[in-house]
């Protein structure tokens, strides 16, 4: 089984300010050997908000994967923090004798599409196609991920190919100052930290609080 890695970030400005969380993705990915592909054009959102164009990406890059292999798709903000889990391990460990193709991350409202796995397959392509037909939802506040959960909720087909990690903090956590998460909040060991909803100068600040990990070591509270 192949795993690869697949990251978005849209527009210059915001690339540069996220830029230490995609050097983290490259140290931790060139630590395991997995390949990583990094896109930033914003033809890949396809005219629509920047956050929809993961759901293109990770469609055109199964398309060029084999059955059977692994895609981890997490957002531009999501920073790599113990170097020591391995995105195979936890595949196989967790995840390998579902029946559903495509796991996605969770937070206490639900399915969050801030780190998912698509198990190649012709459903899990299926899956993300769906996703992306939900023209309904893509000026919503949530985008793709209002989509997704519309389809988790609604559609007997697309549960039966995704599954939602019932553990909040094994693919993601946020950091400690993110109001109405604290049973996600970030401990030392956990994988990653994900900075949603996080902008501008605050963003910054958190990145640098908390981006005492490079080589693996752990962030302390």
């Known amino acids: 089984m192949k795993v690869h890695c697949l990251t978005v970030a849209i527009g210059r400005e915001y690339?540069?300010?996220?830029?230490?969380c995609l050097h983290s993705r490259q140290s931790y990915c060139a630590w395991h050997g997995f390949d990583l592909t990094l896109l930033s054009h914003p033809s890949w959102a396809d005219g629509r908000p920047p956050a929809w164009a993961k759901v293109r990406a990770a469609a055109y890059v199964a398309g060029d994967m084999n059955e059977g292999d692994v895609l981890v798709?997490?957002?531009?903000?999501?920073m790599v923090c113990n170097y020591e889990v391995s995105?195979?391990?936890?595949w196989d460990e967790r995840y390998d004798h579902l029946v559903q193709d495509v796991v996605f991350?969770?937070?206490?409202?639900?399915?969050?599409?801030?780190?998912?796995?698509?198990?190649?397959s012709?459903?899990?392509?299926?899956?993300?196609?769906?996703?992306?037909?939900?023209?309904s939802y893509i000026h919503d506040t949530q985008w793709e991920q209002r989509a997704a959960r519309?389809?988790?909720d609604?559609?007997?087909?697309?549960?039966?190919?995704?599954?939602?990690?019932?553990e909040h903090r094994v693919?993601?956590?946020?950091?400690?100052?993110?109001?109405?998460k604290s049973a996600m909040h970030f401990e030392p060991g956990d994988f990653q930290m994900h900075f949603a909803g996080f902008h501008g100068g605050r963003f910054g600040e958190l990145v640098a609080e908390y981006g005492r990990f490079e080589g693996g070591q752990h962030v302390t509270t």
């Open 122 to 135: 012709k459903e899990s392509r299926a899956a993300l196609d769906a996703i992306w037909s939900q023209t």
């Open 15 to 20: 690339t540069r300010r996220v830029q230490r």
């Open 150 to 152: 519309h389809l988790y």
């Open 73 to 78: 798709v997490a957002d531009a903000d999501v």
């Open 171 to 180: 693919l993601h956590s946020y950091p400690p100052v993110a109001a109405r």
């Open 87 to 90: 995105l195979r391990e936890v």
């Open 154 to 166: 609604s559609d007997p087909w697309f549960q039966s190919v995704v599954h939602v990690e019932p």
């Open 105 to 120: 991350c969770s937070e206490p409202s639900g399915l969050n599409t801030g780190v998912f796995f698509v198990r190649i």
